[in-house]
């Protein structure tokens, strides 16, 4: 699935990951491939991704939504 | 016809100012670009930001909520966004002369609180009751321009935000210059609190089935503050960017006006030697008939 995480400033990632781990506002979550469309807020903490390859990459959000359908999800990271 | 030395120093003066001038035309030239880059990666975020808003508040009354309460306008603050520095034509000038001149029309009788971010700004209304009590909500109106982040305007969002939520003012506007391209800026009078409602054009939007975690109206009111941070940032990088257009503008007819100057200067140091040399040879021709 393809993945985006934007901040006001830049873009932060693009690219194909098979798992995204998300401290949402209600306790973190993942997101597996042809997860059902949904949108969620995210409280701080770090974003883990595993990107195609296996290889993983954190990152650390202040805030931010998610929003997810179609197998794309775009972050909206502070 | 002026002495020729006197003349010899205007060119030089007038030469180097125009040095000065063509440099700075080049700094901001160089800065709009960067300027104008920071509004376009912030572009998308925006873009996204309205479209999950969109998705949500179908549905859903959005004139509910603490920041889009409509209440009696008797305290209005407005943000003043200048630059910290001059030489840039009207640029400041507009935003001060249209605060004044609003705040002495459509608001008059209001309580006016005026929140000063850049120094032009804060140097024109210094001596002004209203800029007292914006001093005190907000102390960093100069350094925020040359350190414009993200956070630093979520910062005074949230500042404005609480204002508003407190009931402390009914109205928040911002006026900037919005930047439409390097020579032209547009003075720009945006209501910042309350919100102004959204027209919602297309109900495709809502058609999919999302999932809405936690649910949509703690979304909604997480997405709210973000909306509003957003739009206050993209006036500060506006304004931003325009301050480098207008800087660009100005400098680019000073450096134009001085050629001018220079070219004639040139011309008429050139008639004052020719002068200086015909009379010279009148007095030699002189003297050698006076001889015979």
Known sequence: MH??????????????VSLINLPGS????????????????LKQGT????ESNNSEKTFEVKGGVIEMNNNKIIVLAE | MANLKEIRNRIVS???TKQITSAMKMVSAAKLRRAQDAITQMRPYSKKL???LENLSSGLDSNEGVYSQEREVKNVLFVSITANRGLCGGFNN??????????????KGCNITIVSLGKKSNDSFKSSP???????IYTKGISIIDDLTFSNASELAEILMGEFAEKKQDKIVLVYNQFKNAAVQEIQLEQFLPIVPTQLVDSKASSIDYIFEPNKEFIINEMIPKSLKTQLFKALLDSRASEHGARMTAMHKATDNATELINSLKLSYNKARQAAITSEILEIVAGAEALK
Request: hydrophobic share 35%; glycine share 6%; net charge positive.
């Open chain 1, 47 to 50: 974003i883990k991704i595993v």
């Open chain 2, 50 to 52: 309205q479209e999950i």
């Open chain 1, 26 to 41: 209600d306790g973190s979550f993942g997101i597996l491939t042809n997860h059902a469309p949904i949108i969620s807020t």
């Open chain 1, 3 to 16: 993945l985006e995480i934007i901040t006001p400033e830049k873009n932060i990632y693009k690219g194909e």
């Open chain 2, 14 to 16: 007038v030469s180097s």
């Open chain 2, 94 to 107: 507009n935003v001060i002369k249209t605060i004044k001149r609003v705040a002495d029309k459509e608001y």
């Open chain 2, 130 to 136: 209203w800029a007292e009590k914006g001093k005190s």
